[in-house]
Structures are given as C-alpha cells and as structure tokens.
C-alpha cells in the first residue's frame, strides 16, 4: 500500500530527535530567500542556548509538537546557537517562503533542549505579554520577504509563584 494511502495517524510516528527542522532552518552564509535574523533581549544571563522555532500562523499549529506538524507534512523549523559570552545575542532561521509564520525564542539556560518554567526563558515577535500560558498565535507573528526580516524578541523569565515577564533592567 502506498504510505499517501494511509492517514497520517497510521503512518509510523516520526522519531523524536531534537535536531528535527533543523536542516531546514539553517541559515547559510549568501543564501538567498526568506529567513529571520532574531535579536535576543534582556537575556537573564549568558549560559545556554538560544533555540529559535518557526510554525505555521494558526493557533492550533501554534507551538504544536514539532513530529505531528512534520508528519502532517506543515511548516516547521529549528535553529540552535549557543548564547555568545558577550555582544548581541542574535540568531538566524530560514523560512520556506515569503509570508506569515508565528516564532518561539527560548533561552535553554540549561542546554537540555526543552522549556523548563523555572529555568529558562522564551519570548516571541511582538513580544506579548505573558501569563502561564502560551499566547495567541496573532500576537506572535511576524512577515517574512523576500529576503531577511529582522526583529527583536524581549525574553520573558519566571519570576516568583505566578509571574512572568521581562526582567528589569536586563541588558545583557
């Protein structure tokens, strides 16, 4: 049976590898095309890595698991780089087209790939504000042309039992 036949429910899972989209979202040296340069700021400290992650601009596919969306055969990409020990904190991703995509920044201070609450930090275009919840997908996307789209993410970090925002006074 031909696996266009079969729902993507009954195809085999894909693995979950942390490297998934990240070929993709590569950014390259003179690469032409779409892609996001994201600036990184109010950074808590300079440990970890900055993993940028691109989605479709839906609420539903919004932050979705990252297997499910490539299964489904939709929008999804991942750049890593290690927070640099001092300067601008900026990071690339390529998109697969001009148009609208929603963005997820996270500052893994801990290196373990995965968002931990109390640890780390994650902002998104427009920079909304944060609750213990994720936002709406409209208040997080962002336009890309035809070649690089610049923007500036304000990291948001736990701070105390219920709140979670910027840090004040970070300029790291």
């Known amino acids: 049976m031909l696996a266009a036949a079969v729902p993507v429910s009954a195809q085999a899972a894909i ?15 003179n690469e032409p095309g779409p892609a996001f340069v ?4 109010g950074l808590k400290d300079r440990t970890g890595r900055l993993r ?3 989605y479709p601009p839906d609420d539903r596919d ?5 297997n499910v969306l490539v299964a489904a055969g939709k929008t999804f990409r ?5 927070v640099p020990p001092s300067g601008p904190a900026t990071i690339c991703i390529r998109a697969p087209g001009p148009g609208t995509y929603t963005l997820s920044l996270l500052h893994d201070r ?20 944060l609750h213990l919840r994720k936002p709406e997908a409209a208040s997080a996307r962002a336009v ?11 990291l948001n970090y ?7 925002g910027p840090l004040q006074g970070m300029t790291r």
């Open 110 to 129: 801990d290196s373990n790939r995965k968002f931990g609450l109390s640890v780390d930090g994650i902002g998104f275009p427009g920079n909304p504000p």
């Open 78 to 82: 991942r750049a890593e780089e290690p």
């Open 158 to 164: 736990r701070r105390g039992l219920l709140s979670f």
């Open 144 to 154: 890309a042309g035809n070649g690089i789209t610049h923007l500036n993410v304000r």
């Open 38 to 41: 994201v600036s990184a700021e």
């Open 62 to 66: 919004f932050l979705a698991d990252d």
């Open 52 to 54: 940028l992650e691109l």
């Open 15 to 29: 693995r979950s590898d942390p490297s998934l989209g990240m070929a993709q979202g590569r950014c390259r040296a």
